[in-house]
């Protein structure tokens, strides 16, 4: 079971195990900062860094959804994210570094005022995130402006590559290579003939579809966009039924994916129901039903998390007393490299994004390695399906 939705946005503590050590001077740099997060920036405020050359009240900080109709996706990397921060933080003489939460509920009005926030605290050296795409494209030319680097462990759009944004980095393929594996597991695996295809107009959603839609060919025998927010889904599901179609893909969400599934099981519609890494939540089970959602396919170039390396699954459950979620081991991952590079010394924005663009170490859901564009080295996409209620790992799809 995923960690419930945050209710408020609040300054993520460092946990009981870290032990503060004794303040240094801070850097004149950071004696300059202006603004915060919304809510403020306690923790930040008061934390010293514990070894020489580390800046008082250094942070780095995660942007993406903490509350709203998305929020576990964003719960689920934010706990990974803490946990390798309060991992760095209880070794010895190490440099403690606090989270600043950017809670942006997954919505791209919000990210140009968090945005110009996170880039105004200069305690801020690194941030984890933005989460969701269409955030990332208003949020991301303001980070590349500022130096700031950020690594988004969910945000899948490809053409959030294509910017020249030297401070963007991801730590999962893109949707050039889920969009055509998700399409060949419809015709090859389902053995699919006519696929319905909806979209929920989000810059993710919309552009995840597109490229399904491109990939099937002949294949697709419809085509519908929604709206986020949308809870009446009569025509859509009208449309697939006129339709003959033997599979429906659905790009965007849980919250939308979950009530269009219910709706076409209660008007009897039993094709079978394909969807994406935006809808890999227990949001989607619980939205629909746990007898609507059985046999749902859900594609994802996300590693299952009982699959990550070393100890992180029991290092998780021990923290949280849950299982990691959707996103939880690649929020760790991108934490963990802004991490090594401050336990490199590297605490300034500019010498933290050097190392991150030469970065190349396990992490614990892959090689992690980026190319010039900021792309990871090694791909991998998976499809999942819901059975018994829960979310589990069918196979590994080949990418493209």
């Known amino acids: 079971m995923l960690r419930p939705a945050s209710t408020a946005q609040e300054d993520i503590p460092v946990r009981s195990i870290v032990k503060l050590a004794t303040p240094f001077a801070a850097a004149a740099l950071l004696l300059t900062a202006c603004g915060g997060t919304t809510g403020g920036s306690t923790d930040a405020e008061s934390s010293a860094g514990g070894a020489s ?6 942070s780095i900080g995660f942007f993406g959804a903490l509350t709203g109709p998305n929020s576990n996706l964003g719960n689920n990397i934010q706990n990974g994210v803490k946990l390798a921060v ?12 606090t989270v600043t939460p950017y809670d942006s509920q997954g919505l791209p009005d919000q990210a140009s005022g968090l945005g110009t926030q996170a880039v105004r605290d200069t305690k801020v050296l690194g941030i984890v995130g933005p989460a969701f ?11 590349a402006e500022a130096g700031l680097v950020g690594i988004t462990p969910s945000a899948t759009n490809p053409a959030l590559a294509e910017n ?7 730590v999962l393929g893109n949707d ?12 090859t695996t389902l053995q699919a003939k006519k696929v319905y295809v909806i979209d929920d107009a989000s810059e993710y ?23 986020t927010g949308q ?11 006129a339709s003959g179609a033997d599979a429906v893909f659905y790009g965007g969400y849980y919250s939308e994916a979950g009530l269009l599934l219910k709706q076409m099981r209660d008007a009897g519609v039993t094709t079978t129901f394909v969807t994406d890494d935006g809808a890999k939540d227990e949001g989607l089970v619980t939205a629909a039903g746990a007898a609507n959602a059985e046999g749902t396919i859900i594609t994802c170039p996300c590693l299952p998390p009982d699959k990550a390396g070393g100890s992180f699954v029991a290092d998780y459950t021990a923290a949280y007393g849950t299982a990691p979620g959707t996103y939880s081991a690649e929020g760790f ?3 963990s490299i802004l991490m090594a590079g401050i336990e490199a010394g590297k605490t300034t924005r500019e010498d933290l994004l050097a190392f991150v663009k030469s970065y190349d170490a396990p992490g614990v859901t892959k090689q992690l390695k980026f190319d010039e564009k900021g792309e990871p080295s090694d791909i991998s996409v998976w499809a999942y399906k819901i059975a018994g209620g829960q979310i589990v790992a069918d196979q590994e799809i080949k990418a493209s």
């Open 205 to 227: 959603g919309k552009g995840l579809a597109d490229i399904v839609r491109s990939d099937l060919g002949a294949a697709k025998v419809g085509d519908d966009t929604v709206q």
């Open 53 to 58: 050359g580390c800046p008082e009240g250094a």
């Open 176 to 187: 050039a290579s889920q969009g055509p594996a998700a399409a060949s597991y419809i015709t």
């Open 133 to 143: 795409s269409g955030e990332s494209k208003v949020a991301d030319p303001l980070f």
């Open 164 to 170: 020249g944004w030297k401070t963007f980095f991801r």
């Open 86 to 97: 309060d991992q760095h933080n209880a070794k010895p003489d190490a440099c403690q570094v």
């Open 333 to 335: 991952d991108a934490a």
């Open 231 to 241: 809870t009446d889904f009569s025509a859509v599901v009208a449309g697939i039924r």
